[in-house]
């Protein structure tokens, strides 16, 4: 089945960048502990460390791979760190334990409110904090190098829209439905999917993290509902899982399927006209700015929020990735 997507897909690649909205920050607004301000004046290396929320992930070597061109940067030594698995007590007790080691620290949450009041106390001891990939704006955080995750849910909803012709019956899928990130993309999706009065969302499947267990709940889910003509994938790990399904089951052309990142299933079945489109979030730059903004900021440079945009991928521009 050939379907058509307007120009907010044939735009694909281009990135939909929302300008940022905070103010800058500088260093001379900030009470920076001593001891990193010795380092500076004395020209000593910084120790740069980005946690991010799952390094067991498949999104995970992504990021890995900007924080390691970070770490090729003068007189810098960025390290990648987090839990394996999604686990909040244990990405705070590692942070915790690092603590008179790091000069600067990049933070992609487990849990919006469960780490807000650790970026809170680390910036209370005068070490500064941004966040990436998965903002924490109730915290003291310094500023956010990511993507508007709002803004992606609504065009991945517009997506979904445009190769359903208006039409369906639409399932909503994420490894965790109770995270920020994951509200937060959601509420842009379904703002997306409001302007198609023929759709209908019927769910929100909450897969869990392990690949076996995502495949199984899509499958379930679609065995349970078999009237469901789109699937909303709302991160990397249930894109290809839904791909999976549908290509197995020989569904292709009749269960749609709109997802984010570009694991390389995912591309693979977005080439064969599986899936229909993903939504790219540029995760080795997210990965290399959580370094270069905490760099430029202790520094001296006045720093602000970074919008990677929002990257449209679809059968007509997928091979620009592969």
Do not use: C, K
């Given at each position: 089945m050939k379907v058509q997507i307007s120009a907010i897909a044939l735009a694909a690649g281009l990135a939909f960048a929302v300008p940022a909205t905070a103010e800058p920050v500088s260093l001379a607004d900030f009470d920076l502990a001593a001891r990193i301000a010795e380092k500076i004046e004395a020209g000593e290396e910084l120790n740069i460390f980005?946690?991010?929320?799952?390094t067991a992930n498949e999104f995970a070597p992504f990021i890995r791979a900007g924080v390691t061109r970070g770490n090729e940067l003068d007189g810098v030594n960025a390290r990648f760190?987090?839990?394996?698995?999604?686990?909040?007590?244990?990405?705070?007790s590692e942070i915790e334990t690092l603590m008179s080691r790091?000069?600067?620290?990049?933070?992609s949450s487990v849990s919006t409110d469960a780490l807000a009041p650790l970026i809170d106390m680390v910036i209370a001891q005068g070490i500064p904090v941004i966040t990436y990939n998965t903002d924490n704006p109730d915290s003291a955080r310094l500023v956010f190098a990511g993507q508007d995750l709002v803004q992606s849910g609504v065009e991945a909803g517009r997506l979904m829209g445009e190769?359903?012709?208006?039409?369906?019956?639409?399932?909503?899928?994420?490894?965790?439905?109770?995270?920020?990130?994951?509200?937060?993309?959601e509420s842009g999706a379904r703002e997306g999917l409001a302007a198609f009065p023929g759709i209908e969302v019927v769910r929100t499947l909450n897969t869990g993290f392990d690949p076996q267990e995502i495949y199984s709940a899509i499958e379930n889910a679609m065995l349970a509902d078999?009237?469901?003509?789109?699937i909303l994938s709302l991160e990397c790990c249930s894109t290809p899982a839904a791909g999976e399904w549908v290509s197995r089951n020989g569904k292709s052309g009749e269960?749609?399927?709109?997802?984010?990142?570009?694991?390389?299933?995912?591309?693979?079945?977005?080439?064969?006209?599986?899936?229909q489109a993903t939504i790219d979030q540029a995760p080795e730059?997210?990965?290399?700015?959580?370094?270069?903004?905490?760099?430029?900021?202790?520094?001296?440079?006045?720093?602000?929020?970074?919008?990677?945009?929002?990257?449209?991928?679809?059968?007509?521009?997928?091979?620009?990735?592969?």
């Open positions: 980005v946690s991010y929320h799952d760190i987090g839990p394996v698995g999604a686990d909040a007590d244990a990405q705070i790091i000069d600067g620290l990049a933070i190769v359903l012709g208006g039409e369906g019956r639409v399932m909503i899928t994420t490894l965790d439905a109770a995270a920020q990130w994951s509200l937060d993309r078999p009237g469901i003509t789109g269960v749609m399927i709109v997802g984010f990142d570009l694991l390389d299933q995912t591309v693979d079945l977005v080439a064969e006209g599986v899936i730059r997210q990965g290399f700015e959580a370094v270069n903004l905490l760099v430029q900021f202790l520094r001296g440079e006045a720093v602000d929020d970074l919008d990677t945009g929002v990257g449209i991928y679809t059968p007509d521009n997928i091979a620009d990735v592969m």
